[in-house]
C-alpha cells in the first residue's frame, strides 16, 4: 500500500510556471506508476500526465504537451510535475494517483484501483 501527498500548488498568472509534487510513503514506491489528473469546478475529472514504474515512459493529453513534464525520483520517493505556460484552462484542483499493475497510459487502471493523494488547488488567474 502506498499513500500519497500533493503539494506546489498555488495561484500563479498565466504564462507562469508552478511545480507539483506528489510524495509517497511506503518502501515500495518503486513498484507504482504514477498519473496526475485535474478537476476543474463543474467539469469531469481528466487524466493529465503518467509516468512509468521506471520512469522511462511518459503519457500526456495533448492539451498539455510541451507544458507540462513529468518526472519521478525513486529515492525520495516523489514524483514532479513542472508545469510551465500556464493558462487560465489549467486551473483545477490536481491529484496524484498510483498503480502496482495496469497500462500506466490509461486512467481505467488509476480509477478502478488506485491509491489517490488528498489533492493540490492550482488556478491561474489572467
Known amino acids: 500500500q502506498v499513500q500519497l501527498v500533493e503539494s506546489g500548488g498555488g495561484l500563479v498568472q498565466a504564462g507562469g510556471s508552478l511545480r507539483l509534487s506528489c510524495a509517497a510513503s511506503?518502501?515500495?514506491?518503486?513498484?507504482?506508476?504514477i498519473g496526475w489528473f485535474r478537476q476543474a469546478p463543474g467539469k469531469e475529472r481528466e487524466f493529465v500526465v503518467a509516468?512509468?514504474?521506471?520512469?522511462?515512459?511518459?503519457y500526456y493529453v495533448d492539451s498539455v504537451k510541451g507544458r507540462f513534464t513529468i518526472s519521478r525520483d525513486n529515492a525520495k520517493k516523489t514524483v514532479y510535475l513542472q508545469m510551465n505556460s500556464l493558462k487560465p484552462e489549467d486551473t483545477a484542483v490536481y491529484y496524484c494517483a498510483a498503480i502496482r499493475s495496469g497500462d500506466y497510459s490509461d486512467s481505467y487502471y488509476y480509477t478502478q484501483g488506485g491509491y489517490w493523494g488528498q489533492g493540490t488547488q492550482v488556478t491561474v488567474s489572467s
Open positions: 511506503g518502501r515500495t514506491f518503486v513498484n507504482y506508476a
Open positions: 509516468i512509468s514504474w521506471s520512469g522511462s515512459s511518459t
